[in-house]
């Protein structure tokens, strides 16, 4: 193994293989093999090596950890950037998440009364449709297709459930169909 080339990724793993006495041995070995395979081309391997040597470090030291990889590599942000770090991502998901969440039920309740507004509008104008097509038929049962006809366009922009309701009564109590369109003719 000591005449394997320098940069032989076996070489490095079996050099943490023999580290077999303490963590410190393995820390130290750890971090030459890391510089020996330095560079952004290097650095799947060095996370690679970190994370199994991490797994040997816990054996090693009863339970303990590794230090991160981020320390290792001398990557890690120093104490206080970290905590501002830290605090900032906390304030951010509070603050953002809050507020988030806080337009998320605003836009929920909007939702909901726009749709129960628009299902209500619907419901109405069901109901007036209805409501004009049974006037038109018993006006056609009453007096024939050519009053149920003109009573159509009569009553085509009424939109009112009670002049519709005393359309009905209208044809009840008229005798003719002319003398019923000319009761209705005031409601257009």
């Known amino acids: 193994m000591d005449d394997w080339p320098e940069d032989n990724r076996l070489r490095a793993v079996a050099r943490l293989l023999r580290q077999d006495d303490a963590p410190d041995g393995l820390a130290a070995a750890l971090a030459e093999e890391l510089a020996r395979f330095a560079g952004a081309a290097g650095l799947p391997f060095r996370q690679a090596l970190h994370a ?3 797994e040997l470090w816990t054996r090693l030291s009863g339970g303990g950890s ?12 120093p104490d206080m950037t970290s905590m501002i770090e830290v605090r900032f991502n906390e304030w951010k998901a509070e603050h953002f998440g809050r507020e ?13 009364a726009q749709g129960r507004a628009e299902g209500v509008a619907e419901g109405v104008a069901e109901g007036v449709e209805r409501q004009r097509a049974m006037l038109y038929r018993l006006a056609e049962r009453k007096f024939g297709s050519d009053t ?8 085509a922009g009424v939109a009112d459930h009670d002049a519709l309701a005393l359309v009905g009564e209208r044809i009840i109590d008229c005798d003719t169909g002319a003398g ?3 009761r209705v003719e005031d409601l257009s």
Not at 66 to 77: K, V
Not at 148 to 155: Q, S
């Open 52 to 54: 199994w040597a991490g």
């Open 66 to 77: 590794l230090p991160p990889f981020d320390a290792l590599e001398g990557t890690e942000a």
């Open 100 to 112: 988030r969440a806080e337009g998320m039920a605003q836009g929920r309740a909007e939702g909901v």
């Open 148 to 155: 149920a006809a003109a009573l159509a366009r009569r009553l």
């Open 180 to 182: 019923l369109l000319e």
